[in-house]
C-alpha cells in the first residue's frame, strides 16, 4: 500500500486565499487506486471516493461512510475548464462556455478544480497534461459519482490501474452524455 499526498493542490488559489484550494489524499495498492479524498479546508468539506463503494461527501464530524452522504456529479452548465490544451480550448469555445484555468483567471468565477462537478457549475475538464496526483486522483472521484473519464482521444486511461506521479491528456465530463459531447467538440477539424 502506497499513500500520496498532495499537500496544497491549487497553489495559486491559495497564494491569493481563495476558497478552491485543497489537500489531496490518494491510496494504491500494487499501483492499483483505492480511494481518494479531497479535502477543502476554507469550507470545512471533503469529497470521497473508495473502490467498490462509490462517492461520498461530508464534513469534519463524519468519521464513518454511513456519516457521510453518497455524492454525485450534475450535468447542465455547458461550462468546460481547460488547462494546457490551447487548440483544445479554441474548438470548445465554439460551442461551449470554455476557459482556461490559469490565462482566463477570474476571482470572481470562485472556481473549485473539480469539484464543481459536483456542485452543477461545471461540466467539464480538459487537458494535454495533467498530473495525476491532482487532476488524475480528483478524476477518480468523478468517475465514482457518474462522470466519465477518458484520453482526449475517449479511450480508456489506465491512470486507475497503474496510478503514479507523471502527467497524462484527460477529459473529464460530468456525465457519459456530456463527456460526448465534449469529445465531439474536440475531435471536430
Not at 496544497?8 to 499501483?31: E, M, P
Not at 456542485?119 to 457518474?146: E, P
Request: aromatic share 8%.
Amino acid at each position: 500500500t502506497k499513500v500520496w499526498l498532495d499537500p496544497i493542490d491549487g497553489t495559486y488559489l491559495y497564494q491569493q486565499q481563495r476558497s478552491g484550494w485543497q489537500i489531496i489524499l490518494s491510496i494504491t495498492r500494487d499501483a492499483r487506486l483505492m480511494a481518494v479524498i479531497c479535502y477543502l479546508p476554507m469550507s470545512g468539506r471533503f469529497n470521497l471516493a473508495v473502490r467498490g463503494c462509490g462517492a461520498f461527501t461530508g464534513g469534519r464530524d463524519c468519521r464513518t461512510l454511513n456519516d457521510m452522504q453518497p455524492l454525485a456529479t450534475r450535468a447542465g452548465s455547458g461550462v468546460c475548464v481547460v488547462y494546457q490544451a490551447p487548440a483544445e480550448l479554441a474548438k470548445l469555445r465554439r460551442s461551449w462556455n470554455a476557459f482556461d484555468i490559469v490565462a482566463d483567471d477570474d476571482p470572481q468565477r470562485d472556481f473549485e478544480n473539480l469539484n464543481d462537478l459536483f456542485s452543477g457549475r461545471l461540466d467539464g475538464f480538459v487537458s494535454q497534461s495533467c498530473d495525476l496526483l491532482d487532476w488524475g486522483a480528483l478524476g477518480y472521484i468523478v468517475a465514482n459519482a457518474g462522470g466519465m473519464v477518458s484520453g482526449l482521444d475517449g479511450k480508456p486511461l489506465d491512470i486507475f490501474e497503474n496510478f503514479s506521479a507523471r502527467s497524462s491528456p484527460i477529459l473529464v465530463g460530468s456525465s457519459p452524455a456530456v463527456h460526448e459531447r465534449l469529445l465531439a467538440t474536440i475531435k471536430k477539424a
